[in-house]
């Protein structure tokens, strides 16, 4: 299975997600996204962040924050992933 | 003490006469012995009655002696004595004399007293004898105003009474209720012109301050926002102008703007002008196995608990 089947939804999550930051008052220390699909045929969208100690990573992580960004994107579900570095983990295809 | 002195002198004469008549009976160194070698007892009785007499005389004369020395003593003790009561008579003397003038200063007082207090009364019994007097002459004097008064009222009465009212004084008087009435009704006028127009001037400057304060307030509330936003702008810069409503900065062409680094991080990296660049990784790759690994466990995780 390809991954590119879902690389227009993964643009269109990729080029609102600044702005939803933004509106949670976040600056968006975004450094890259990465889409993949899995062998059951998830696809996850993940959004890089650089975040220091010095801006609070916590603010990142809050479930309002997460609610808040899965409600912007239409409902689609999305989790944090904070282990060696966070990111934000976007599963653009449904659960499998 | 000079009674016991006696009695001791007495005691003393007695103790040697007796003595006296033992050594002419018993001592052998008497002229009686030598009576025995003279056949003269009447001459040396007399003798001895002369010893006698004279030794009697010598002890008469020690006791008159100390006689005289007792009553010397009684006599010393008594000037003692004396001089003691005198001083004390002297002292008793003196608290009797200071005590004397005690009782005549205070007499002296009660004197002074008494003679004040007959001053004081006197001068309140002249002084209501005065006032007494006076308002006697007051009532005199009030009763003749009164009278005079009476007097006057009664001849006005019967002036009015003896000479019919004129035309002159009733249009005098008439002019004067007139006067009066007009006076009264000029400052009715004054006053109902006045008290509104105080109302009305007062609600004038009421209301004008409120204008003003309300254009004022619209005038300068922009600049007063303006500064409250940005407090922190204006410090090292030149003061802003209001024209027209409009806040103006002359010198805004001198400032300049310093633009910050661009923040890789703020800008995604795009594929073109409008689409982020999004990196397409295989799942076997081992830092992309542990990001899916953790993000499912979230997801499961979020599911229970939405569930």
């Known amino acids: ?91 653009l295809s449904s659960v499998n | ?49 002369e010893y006698g007499q004279r030794q009697l005389e010598e002890l008469s004369h020690q006791a008159t002696m100390v006689g005289w020395n007792l009553a010397q003593a009684a006599n010393a003790a008594e000037q003692a004595t004396l001089e003691y009561n005198q001083r004390q008579m002297m002292e008793l003397a003196y608290q009797a004399t200071a005590v004397s003038l005690n009782m005549a200063q205070a007499a002296a007082t009660q004197q002074s007293i008494a003679n004040a207090a007959a001053i004081a009364q006197s001068q309140a019994a002249t002084a209501t004898y005065s006032a007494y007097i006076r308002n006697i002459t007051q009532t005199a004097q009030a009763q003749a105003i009164l009278n005079v008064r009476a007097t006057q009222t009664a001849q006005a009465i019967a002036a009015l009474t003896a000479i019919p009212l004129t035309i002159t004084p009733l249009a005098e008087t008439q002019a004067a209720i007139l006067f009066e009435q007009r006076k009264y009704e000029r400052q009715s006028n004054w006053g109902e ?78 594929q073109d002008e409008e689409m982020p660049l999004v990196e397409i990784i295989g799942p076997s790759e081992p830092s992309i196995i542990n990001w899916i690994t953790e993000a499912e466990q979230k997801l499961r995780a979020d599911g229970k608990t939405q569930a």
């Open chain 2, 193 to 270: 012109l006045i008290t509104p127009l105080m109302i009305i001037l007062t609600t004038l400057v009421i209301v004008l301050l409120i204008v003003g304060g309300v254009s004022a307030f619209r005038r300068f509330m922009p600049v007063l926002e303006f500064r409250m936003r940005n407090p922190g702008e204006n410090g090292d810069q030149s003061d802003l102008i209001l024209i027209d409503g409009m806040i103006v900065d002359l010198d805004a062409r001198h400032r300049r703007l310093t633009p910050s680094e661009p923040n890789q991080a703020y800008l995604p990296q795009l």
């Open chain 1, 1 to 91: 299975m390809s991954a590119n089947r879902y690389l227009p939804a993964a643009r269109n999550v990729a080029q609102a997600f600044p702005g939803i930051l933004a509106q949670l008052g976040l600056k968006p220390f975004i450094s890259r996204f990465v889409l993949t699909e899995t062998e059951q045929g998830n696809a996850w969208l993940f959004v890089v962040l650089e975040v220091g100690p010095l801006q609070h990573p916590e603010d990142y992580t809050a479930d309002n924050v997460l609610h808040y960004l899965s409600t912007a994107l239409r409902g689609l579900p999305v989790v944090i992933s904070d282990s060696y570095g966070l990111r934000y983990a976007v599963l």
């Open chain 2, 1 to 49: 003490m000079k009674i016991i002195g006696r009695r001791i002198a007495t005691l003393l004469i007695l103790t040697f006469l007796s003595l006296a008549l033992l050594a002419c009976e018993i001592d052998p160194a008497a002229p009686v012995i030598v009576s025995f070698d003279t056949p003269q007892p009447y001459a040396a009785a007399q003798s001895t009655l």
